[in-house]
């Protein structure tokens, strides 16, 4: 009877007991709405498998697919007042600010994330915004942020690699935010006086007071496919000078179309892209022929 009960029992209970799917396991695209098994949709960079639809992407899951075995130092963002203004809609801003923080990647604190390590045997620097904290948005932190990136890729002679996605400045900080276009385009010309490259990835959203400022002051812009990238939202440009906007208005491929980006590449021939830039804006002489032609040529 114990033999029964202890073994034989929970083996058939085993057998017709329905295991639940995990909820994580699949996610369906939201353009071709594909089921999409995670794993595979990870190791693919969370591009769709079966449209090639770039969903966003974290900093964190980004830059091991950047830098040379996956290796790169993080680098802690400069503390700023959590809220200057005591700024209050629905809830506190530093209330909202800490359940931000709660979600946020590992070892990050705010929209920015700054990492630097070797990228194609080359010291380099990256600041790439997260979307999924505020929307990526910039306040003082994402601007005291930048300028320590210019400042380590002066320190360090390195190119300084920018990933933007932001849906513009912080209205929590007021006037505070808007102060961070300025100081980031003085950082962005402290780079460039320093004779080392300055390059902008545009990814999806890049929108607002990011576009009004440092992501479009690159030496070279590089968008990811089908981003959205502008100033004022579509929708907002329609309604107010109550026209119908051209198809692809304000995409990764309508701009490169009218000369605002210089190439739309997809996100896992972007590192491929990025050393063979940066090689040529800092050794154009050792450059040959062959690493100069367009990637897949």
């Known amino acids: 009877m114990n033999w029964l009960t202890n073994f034989v029992r929970p083996k058939l209970r085993a057998l017709v007991t329905r295991k639940e799917t995990p909820e994580n396991l699949w996610l369906k695209c939201p353009k071709c709405e594909q089921m999409l098994f995670v794993r ?75 990492a630097s390590g070797l990228m194609g045997n080359r010291t380099t620097v990256v600041a790439a915004l997260d979307f999924g904290f505020m929307g990526g948005s910039m306040g003082t932190a994402v601007g005291e942020g ?80 089908d981003a959205i990238i502008g100033f004022a939202g579509p929708r907002v440009i329609q309604d107010t000078i109550r026209q119908e906007l051209p198809a692809g208005f304000q995409r990764s491929e309508y701009l490169l179309e009218h000369g605002m980006v210089d190439a739309v590449v997809p996100r896992h021939k972007l590192r491929e892209t990025l050393i063979r830039m940066v090689t040529l804006l800092m050794d154009p002489l050792i450059v ?4 100069l032609a367009p990637a897949g040529e």
Not at 174 to 187: K, V
């Open 146 to 225: 930048l300028v320590m990136a210019a400042e380590l890729a002066v320190a360090r002679k390195a190119p300084l690699i920018v990933f933007s996605a932001s849906g513009g400045a912080r209205m929590q900080e007021g006037i505070l935010s808007l102060m961070q276009l300025t100081r980031t385009t003085i950082a962005v010309r402290m780079v460039k006086e320093a004779g080392l490259p300055y390059i902008v990835v545009l990814t999806d959203p890049t929108t607002g007071g990011v576009s009004a400022s440092f992501a479009m002051l690159g030496d070279i812009h590089i968008a990811e496919p």
């Open 40 to 114: 595979d949709w990870e190791a693919n960079q969370e591009v769709c498998n079966h449209c090639g639809h770039h969903m966003r992407i974290r900093p964190l899951k980004r830059l091991p697919f950047l830098f040379d075995d996956g290796k790169y130092e993080l680098h802690a963002l400069p503390k700023v007042a959590l809220d200057p203004l005591k700024f209050r809609d629905t809830e506190r801003y530093d209330a909202r600010l800490k359940k931000a923080q709660a979600k946020a990647e590992p070892g990050t604190t705010d929209a920015l994330v700054v």
């Open 288 to 291: 040959d022929n062959r690493s």
